[in-house]
């Protein structure tokens, strides 16, 4: 027979504390789980956009951004190594969605952005990835 590994041996002792949990603690911990997991779905949700964010309307520009600034306060839940990343992440996306918005004057002169993905060899935002926009006279 062979032993159970080390995973197997955590998975099962972590059973076992939950299961020993009173119900009122157990329901807590699951609902913190579950607002956790929300929180990460929306922050995809939201900057999983900047993929397209040239080409986003401006009213749905808006609602990304009041969706990031919805978003902020979770980041206080977070242990401190994530809410550096996160915070960083969410604030460029934010930027970005809002340089994109713009000002009407500026925005009346834009003839067509990109951003050079290339440059960095990446995907998704980021602050070495440049962002160019062509503007009319």
Do not use: N
Not at 5 to 27: D, F, Q, Y
């Amino acid at each position: 027979m062979r032993a159970p590994s080390l995973a197997a041996i955590a998975c099962g002792l972590l059973a076992l504390s939950v299961g020993e949990l009173p119900a009122v603690a157990g329901g807590a911990l699951l609902a913190q789980a579950r607002a956790a997991d929300d929180w990460d779905a929306e922050f995809e949700s939201v900057c999983s956009r900047t993929q397209d964010a040239m080409t986003i309307p401006s009213d749905e520009l808006k609602s990304l951004i009041a969706r990031c600034d919805r978003l902020k306060p979770g980041l206080a839940k977070l242990d401190d190594s994530r809410r550096k990343v996160y915070a960083k992440r969410l604030k460029m996306c934010r930027d970005l969605f809002d340089f994109v918005l713009g000002s009407p004057a500026f925005a009346g002169r834009v003839t067509g952005a990109e951003i050079d993905r290339e440059e960095r060899a990446g995907k998704g935002a980021s602050d070495h990835a440049p962002v160019i926009v062509e503007l009319s006279d």
